[in-house]
């Protein structure tokens, strides 16, 4: 995993909130072994 300006075409961007998320977006939450992160769908 890396940190980018932008997500290129067939990635994802991680969230904390939907203030994060791309305009018609919002941030979906996904269990991990150590904590709870987000997606942008």
Do not use: Q
Not at 11 to 32: N, Q, R, V, W, Y
């Amino acid at each position: 995993m890396r940190c980018a300006a932008a997500c290129a075409a067939g990635e994802i961007k991680l969230c904390g909130s939907t203030l994060d998320c791309p305009m018609g977006t919002t941030c979906t939450a996904f269990p991990t072994n150590a904590k709870t992160l987000g997606i942008c769908k």
